[in-house]
C-alpha cells in the first residue's frame, strides 16, 4: 500500500482510551468501537506491573 493510499483509505479505530476521544471520532463519521479496558484486578508480577505501569 502506498502513503497515498493510506492517507486517502477509510479510517477504522478501535479505541482503548478515553470515551470522549471515542465520541469525536464518531462525531467525525469515523468508523470506532470503544473497549472498556480497565487494568486488572489479580496481583501481577513486578515485570508485568512495570510494563504496565508505563503505558498506562
Aim: no cysteine.
Amino acid at each position: 500500500m502506498s502513503k497515498h493510499d493510506l492517507l486517502n483509505s477509510k479510517l477504522n479505530v478501535i479505541n482503548l482510551g478515553l470515551d470522549i476521544f471515542f465520541q469525536s471520532l464518531r462525531d467525525q463519521n469515523v468508523n470506532a468501537i470503544q473497549v472498556d479496558w480497565s487494568r486488572p484486578s489479580t496481583k501481577l508480577d513486578k515485570e508485568s506491573e512495570d510494563i504496565l505501569s508505563k503505558i498506562l
